[in-house]
Nanobody, 125 residues
Framework: QVQLVESGGGLVQAGGSLRLSCAAS????????VGWFRQAPGMEREFVAT????????LYTESVKGRFTISRDNAKNTVYLQMNSLKPEDTGVYYC??????????????????WGQGTQVTVSS
């Protein structure tokens, strides 16, 4: 059954903003690290950002630092990705995923056990 559901994607002009949401079942959310990955057409899936269960620790890929903010509301089993100053190169399908631990490999997709279906983000120039 679906354990993580992304929403909030869409079409936006360069410089605009979007906020993605990842709603998860308690089973895959409780205690978990939750990350966002993206995949552009013809490209491999890449890490975007991740957040530890406590919400205190976060990690971002270099290209989104200062523009994207990841946060979570554990009472709602939801993680958010606020994306500002969007660029055409941010275009892709955005996936959220959960991992059971926070360690030195939290930027690697293999660390994540459960994945959502993805939401499309398109940034026009």
């Amino acid at each position: 059954q679906v354990q993580l559901v992304e929403s909030g994607g869409g079409l936006v002009q360069a410089g605009g903003s979007l906020r993605l949401s990842c709603a998860a079942s308690a089973r895959v959310f409780s205690g978990a690290t939750v990350g966002w990955f993206r995949q552009a057409p013809g490209m491999e899936r890449e890490f975007v950002a991740t957040i530890r269960w406590s919400g205190v620790d976060t990690l971002y890929t270099e290209s989104v630092k200062g523009r994207f903010t990841i946060s979570r509301d554990n009472a709602k089993n939801t993680v958010y990705l606020q994306m500002n100053s969007l660029k055409p190169e941010d275009t892709g399908v955005y996936y959220c995923a959960s991992a059971p631990v926070w360690d030195e490999a939290v930027d690697r997709s293999l660390r994540y056990k459960y994945w959502g279906q993805g939401t499309q983000v398109t940034v026009s120039s």
